[in-house]
């Protein structure tokens, strides 16, 4: 594969709202009693999106092969990591169809706080590209003028507006350069977060402003997996096998490896998660919750409850997260705006003197 279509299917790549339309098409074949090889080939032929197609037809090959379908889901990277435990879990247990409208309901809601965010977050982007915008243009057109005057009266040029003109300079004339730099530097950061995980996901458990949404989507992951498991037809156990496949923070996947052993050992889940929770990545009325669930044999019902709770609650931190990050970003925006205005004075001021002396 060329590179070209290598960023055509990276630049088409499925949202969640395409993933939502596969799986309840999915769900609908397959309650109708179509297999699902069957079921994916007759999919892979109407729709759109090019790289899923694509991941729909090796599906399909795999499965003709006779490989496993939970496997054969997996090799395709692009789906969300929850779903080939989720087939998985279905296949076993035989409730294959109402995985898949599981998975359909997971991807809708998240769209929806997906682009939630993403909207709140449209503003604070657009002041961060308008401030990098305002001191490229400066820097490029307005220092060269008084850089000019300078040279055109004899006089020297102030030593801030030489480093700073000639910094930004050499990162926009040199921008093939630039670009090679900032590729190594963000292969180099990837590689340094994924062996210090359990740092980066301890700063996202404390960062002002960010940690309650980060912690209160963890819960939402973490009770809609095992929700997700549970109707599939898992036993407690397994379910948190696969949640902590899914779950986006290393420390609550790794307390979940020791919640499981816990259980094994006959503990309940609740006393569990209380007994695991060292570094904080379980809430309190989670845990109150599924407490209640265990105690009145209602597990499945606790956890569909947890659920809702924590989406009500993503939905109410998103504005107030937008106007923090507005205002974080509208900060510094403001202070290069004065600093800008300053550079212009300065040379101004500094011209006149040498003028007038």
Known sequence: MNWFKRFDLWWHRPKLADFYFLFTQMYLLLNSGRPLQDAMASIAGVIENEPLKLALNNIVRKLQSGMNAAVAINAEKIFPQVVAPTVEAGDKAGQLSASFFRLGELMWLQHNLYSKVANALFVPKLGGVLMVIIVVGYVKFAIPEYIKMYKENGMEIPGIIES???????????????????????????????????????????????????????????????????????????????????VDNSLMSSALVNVRADILKGNALSLALKRNNKDKVFDSVLLLVLDSGEKTNRMREALDNAKDYYERILASVVEPLSTKITFVVMVPMGLMIVAIYAFTMIPMLSYMNNVSG
Do not use: C, E
């Not at 350069?177 to 180099?188: D, E, I, N, P, S």
């Not at 980066?200 to 095992?226: A, G």
């Open 164 to 246: 700073v003109s000639g910094s930004v300079n050499l990162v926009v004339d040199y921008w093939y350069v630039t670009a090679v730099v900032l590729y190594f530097l963000w292969q180099g950061f990837k590689k340094f977060y994924n062996s210090h995980k359990h740092f980066f996901d301890r700063i996202k458990l404390h960062t002002p402003i960010y940690k309650q949404l980060h912690f209160t989507f963890l819960q939402h992951q973490l009770v809609s997996t095992l929700g997700l498991m549970m109707a599939s037809g898992l036993n407690m156990p397994d379910s948190l096998v696969q949640a902590t496949k899914v």
